[in-house]
């Protein structure tokens, strides 16, 4: 019944940073020898807890033992070993965690969940408000389980019964429309552009949620008790776009049109460049670089407001000529040189090869089971500790990978036990 390690070395000349098989512990990591039980599913809350396992928790994670959660099913996809699907959402957000098949629609299944919460510094679920409540796994009987266990919730709305929508479904482009950033950014009558940087709404509350229960177990190194750390997706998305709310209080209910700076991209020899003025000397260096020093005395120019008027008609023409000879990058050094903010806009396959993301060890490589020889990648760990050096980490675990080991180490269960509950479907029967 003991789970069974596949073969998934990583290599490649992406990235230095490669996910590697096995379970040797990681030494000096903030939060080594924390356990943190995770009742997850799909973005925002794995996100959280797979970076609470690159600090060096132990991630234990609860799935459905047939199917796994439902991130596994989305699309693009891999195939483990059994040839069930591994979908891109999964793979994104769940390197190094231990899976542990259990059923919690069964009463023993539930007994397994609250007995591993006995176990753990830190609980984490993002059901919908009230789903936990209806299996008897709700925050009261958790926080029984384990007073002294950090309890977080991350929801679409909260668990505040004050919230009209508390008890909505929610996925990341929903709150991000609910927190104005979308009609703030529309010009005209254009249609909105829904999801325009991939799951805002997911990754903020994931880091808010990580934020938040670091507190917390810093309240309980004081206090010995634990409390529960409860993140709306909603609540991050406005702190994310705090703009909308403060311009709205400031009588300016849309993006300014014109701008009274110059944010936008243009045209070089190979694709597009990246440029952001905000400052009057900035705008005066730009103009001094590519050959418009006048524009300093121009009364067009005398106001920022007039920047963003004659962006189309004066400033993109000649600085598009400037840049005509020029690559993105050489364009781009230029530009930094004399003082002005710009970067090249890469593609997503030229954001594999960059030279800063292999630097920083931003990509982890995961060889894929099914045949296939390039690795899938995934963004690596962006909070870098001058103490702690980066570590390898471990594949995504395929279906209850470790429903036996966690079990047995956990809760001292023999396999006559673990047969038993592998027959009655409550667990599952290894990978």
């Known amino acids: 019944m003991t789970s069974q390690q596949h073969s998934d070395h990583t290599t490649g000349p992406r990235s230095p940073h490669h996910a590697a098989d096995g379970r040797s512990p990681f030494a000096g990591r ?16 794995p996100f959280a807890t797979q970076l609470m396992g690159r600090l060096g928790a132990r991630v234990i994670k609860v799935e459905h033992p047939v199917d796994g959660e439902s991130g596994r099913q989305s699309q693009p996809s891999i195939t483990d070993p059994q040839g069930r699907t591994v979908g891109a959402t999964f793979l994104r957000s769940n390197l190094g965690k ?12 539930r007994r397994l969940v609250l007995e591993l ?23 009261k009987v958790l926080a029984d389980a384990n007073p002294s266990a950090v309890l977080v919730s991350v929801s679409g709305f909260g668990s505040n019964p004050a919230s009209p929508y508390r008890t909505r479904p929610a996925y990341a482009s929903i709150v991000e429309g609910m927190s104005g950033i979308y009609e703030f950014k529309r010009h005209g009558d254009e249609p909105l552009h829904v999801n325009p940087v991939g799951a805002l709404g997911d990754i903020s509350a994931g880091l808010f949620a990580v934020i938040g229960v670091l507190a917390a177990l810093r309240q309980r ?26 311009f709205a209080s400031l009588g300016q209910a849309s993006e300014p049109d014109p701008a009274p700076y110059v944010l936008s991209s243009f045209r070089t020899a190979d694709g597009s460049l990246v440029i952001q ?9 730009l103009a001094e670089l590519i050959g418009y020093p006048e524009w300093v005395g121009d009364p067009r120019f005398a106001e920022r407001t007039g920047w963003g008027e004659h962006l189309d008609d004066v400033i993109r023409p000649a600085l598009e000529a ?28 030229e954001v594999l090869t960059d030279p800063h993301v292999a630097a920083r060890n931003m990509l982890v490589a995961m060889d894929r089971p099914d045949g296939v020889d390039a690795p899938v990648l995934t963004p690596g760990n962006p909070v870098k500790l001058s103490r702690v050096p980066e570590q390898p980490e471990r594949r995504v675990p395929w279906v209850g990978e470790h429903t036996g080991d966690v079990l047995v180490e956990l809760l001292g269960l023999t396999v006559g036990q673990l047969d038993a509950l592998v027959t009655d479907g409550v667990i599952s029967g290894g990978s």
């Open 30 to 45: 903030p939060l080594d020898g924390l356990v943190v039980l995770a009742l997850e599913q799909m973005a925002a809350l």
């Open 98 to 109: 231990d899976s542990v098949g259990i059923d919690l629609k069964s009463a023993a299944g």
């Open 117 to 139: 919460a006995s176990h753990a510094d830190v609980i984490a679920e993002n059901f919908k408000p009230g789903t936990l409540d209806r299996l008897g796994l709700g925050p």
């Open 221 to 246: 190194d004081v206090t010995g008790e634990g409390q529960h750390v409860d993140v709306a997706m909603l609540d991050s998305v406005l702190a994310m776009t705090d703009v909308v709310t403060n």
């Open 277 to 285: 003025l905000v400052r009057e000397h900035q705008f005066a260096r």
């Open 322 to 349: 400037w840049a005509a000879g020029l690559t993105r990058e050489e364009a781009a050094v230029a530009l930094a040189d004399a003082g002005v903010v710009a970067g090249s806009a890469l593609t997503p396959t």
